[in-house]
């Protein structure tokens, strides 16, 4: 059996990009709904943050769904 080291390394280096781009994502949107927290709090309208907020899940779920259908395919 032989490996090919290089095809190993840029899976692993694309999934490592992969993870830390979801993470990042999903940050912003968990921060997009404190906003709106703070600015429900303070009185003040905060649906840009809202909107960004659900654009990012909305991200996540496509991305993760299309790791699914890789997978599947």
Known sequence: MKIDWAALGSVFG???????ALVGL???GITGLSRR???AAQG???ALAVTGAY???AACTA????GIYLIMA
């Open 44 to 46: 003040q309208s905060a």
């Open 14 to 20: 694309v999934s490592l990009v992969v993870t830390v």
């Open 37 to 39: 927290e703070r600015a």
């Open 63 to 66: 991305a993760v769904g299309y």
């Open 26 to 28: 999903f940050t912003l």
């Open 55 to 57: 654009a990012c899940f």
